[in-house]
């Protein structure tokens, strides 16, 4: 794992550095005019070398500050006054670590932390498959719902004439997908634009699914995470988890129609 720490308590040091000056600065009446605010600001500046001096100083305070704190947020503590200590030794040539130790130090925080998120992903992991087999269950207690050989569980909202699409086919259909919780991932609906695809290049649970379907028809589908998307975990799918979908087939690409 590549170190994700070392700029980011430099950075971090650099923030809290100029968060202490804004803090022993006098405030300042805001002007009414924010142009002449920021005229007033540039004026402090003596050359435009110590205008892009403090610019490279913000900027780079701005994008890595926020790192500073993350490690907390998985239960790693990092003093931000022993931060500041240690950037105050190196100006003032007194570090109390050498590079060896430095490294040393940062290495073990980069493996701490990565040990540490991966248990809390693997908590994570498990809890959602937990609470997807429980929502299966009672899922399974519904009227009409069919569950088939590899888990997948389905429910017809309304079931059209159509032809039923080959793993072969391209499909055009209108869905939602949601979490078991109900938080919505991804909507056909919300864009308000069909979507078209070959069946065979999608989730396992959506090419066995959509296979079950006439044109026209409507379907509910619970897909275990073993036919959507497994351990992988996204921004809006978190790992193992279970999914719902609402699936309208509108037409198959061999020329099949929805039902008249």
């Given at each position: 794992m590549k170190s994700i720490f070392k700029?980011?308590?430099l950075a971090?040091?650099?923030?809290?550095?100029?968060?202490?000056?804004?803090?022993?600065?006098?405030?300042?009446?805001?002007?009414?005019?924010?142009?002449?605010?920021?005229?007033?600001?540039?004026?402090?500046?003596?050359?435009?070398?110590?205008?892009?001096?403090?610019?490279?100083?913000?900027?780079?305070?701005?994008?890595?500050?926020?790192?500073?704190d993350k490690p907390s947020e998985i239960g790693i503590t990092l003093n931000k006054d022993l931060v500041l200590e240690g950037i105050s030794d190196v100006f003032a040539d007194k570090a109390k670590l050498d590079d060896a130790q430095i490294r040393a130090a940062l290495e073990g925080l980069d493996q701490r932390v990565a040990e540490t998120m991966q248990k809390q992903t693997a908590e994570k992991s498990a809890a959602n498959q937990k609470a997807g087999d429980d929502f299966r269950a009672e899922f399974a207690k519904q009227e009409g719902v069919t569950t088939?050989?590899?888990?997948?569980?389905?429910?017809?909202v309304t079931k059209g004439e159509g032809a039923q699409p080959k793993d072969t086919d391209t499909v055009e259909v209108h869905y939602k997908g949601t979490l078991i919780d109900g938080t919505q991932f991804d909507s056909s609906y919300d864009r308000n634009e069909t979507a078209t695809f070959p069946l065979n290049r999608v989730i396992p649970g959506w090419t066995e699914g959509v296979q079950l379907m006439p044109v026209g028809s409507k379907f509910k589908f619970v897909i275990p995470p073993e036919l959507a998307y497994g351990g992988q975990d996204t921004p809006t799918i978190p790992a193992n988890s279970t999914l719902v979908f609402e699936v309208e087939l509108i037409n198959i690409d061999n020329g099949a129609q929805a039902a008249q």
């Open positions: 700029v980011s308590l971090a040091t650099v923030a809290l550095a100029v968060g202490c000056q804004k803090e022993e600065e006098p405030k300042k009446e805001v002007a009414p005019v924010v142009e002449q605010v920021e005229v007033d600001a540039a004026s402090n500046f003596k050359t435009e070398d110590d205008k892009a001096a403090y610019a490279i100083g913000v900027s780079f305070a701005n994008y890595l500050s926020q790192s500073l088939t050989d590899t888990g997948l569980m389905y429910q017809v």
